[in-house]
C-alpha cells in the first residue's frame, strides 16, 4: 500500500490533502482505487487520466471517507498514467498530480469454436439487432448513480470451477474477435445464479451473444453481468439483495456450452471481475 501526503499551500493556510492509492502499479484490465479523508473545506470531484474521467463517491461504508475506482481499459498501454485529482477547496478550484504506473497484463489466448454464424453474421436483422443491443448496453453501463447499494463485500455468483480466466484473447475459427471480457465458471443448465451484491437490476434481455442476461446496478458507476442464462427470477427495476437468486445458467448466446459468464463494468469499462471483487473486499469493504 502506498500513502501519500500532499502539501498544498493557500492563501488561508496550509492544507494537508491525504489519500491512498491502493496500488500504483496495475495492469491493463485491472483495477485501482484511491481513498480520501474529508477534510474541513475541501470538496472532492472527480480524477481523471487520459479521456477517462471517474467520479469521487462518498465511502460506501466508512462517512468519514471518500473514494474513486480507476479501471484501466484492456486496451490501455504500458505507460506512467499522470493522474489528474480534482477537488475545491474554500471554493477555489485545485487540482493536484498523481502518477500510475500501468503495467502488460501478459493475458494469454485460446481457441474457440462455434458456429460460423456467431463469430461473422452476414444477416443485416441479425447486425441490426447485434448494434442495438450493444448501443442498449453501453447507456445501461453510462449511468451513474451516486447513491451505493452495497453495505458489505462481494461475493462470487456461484461455486464452480472456473473454465476460462478474463483477459484471454478469443480466437473464433481461426479468427482474432478480441478478448474474454469475463470469467467463466462451470455450470450444468439450471444451476442457480445469485447476485455478488446489492443493488437494482437494470436490464433482463435475451442478446444475441451474450445469451440471457442480467445486468445489476450496484451504484456509483459499478454493474456485475450474468450471461449465458436460461431462465430469469428477477425484473428490470427491481432491488435485489446480495445472494439473492437472479435465475439459471444455460446455454444461450455464443457459447460453445453451458456456463456463466460473469462480468463487471465500471463507468462503461470492462475490468477483471475477480481482481475487482479482491480490491473492494480487502481495500474498500472491509468492515469498520
Known sequence: MKFFVL?????QGLLALEYDVADVSVANGKTTVITFAKEKGVSYDKVTHGEGSYKIFEHPLDKTKMYALLPMSYYQTPSNEKLQIHYKQNGMNETQEVTLKVKDGNYAKEQIQVSNEKVNPTSKA???RISKEYNAAMKVYGTVHNESYISSAFIAPLESKIT???GKARVYNDSLKGYHSGTDYRADVGTPIIASNDGVVAL???RF???????VDHGQGIYTCYFHMSKFNVKKGQKVKKAQLLGLSGASGRVTGP?????????KVQVDPLQFIELM???LLKEI
Open 259 to 267: 456456463h456463466l459468464h460473469f462480468a463487471v463494468r465500471i463507468n
Open 209 to 215: 451473444y451474450s445469451g440471457g442476461t442480467v445486468l
Open 164 to 166: 476460462s480466466d478474463f
Open 7 to 11: 502539501f498544498v499551500f493557500l492563501v
Open 126 to 128: 441479425v447486425k441490426d
Open 281 to 283: 473486499n480487502n481495500k
Open 204 to 206: 433482463v434481455e435475451k
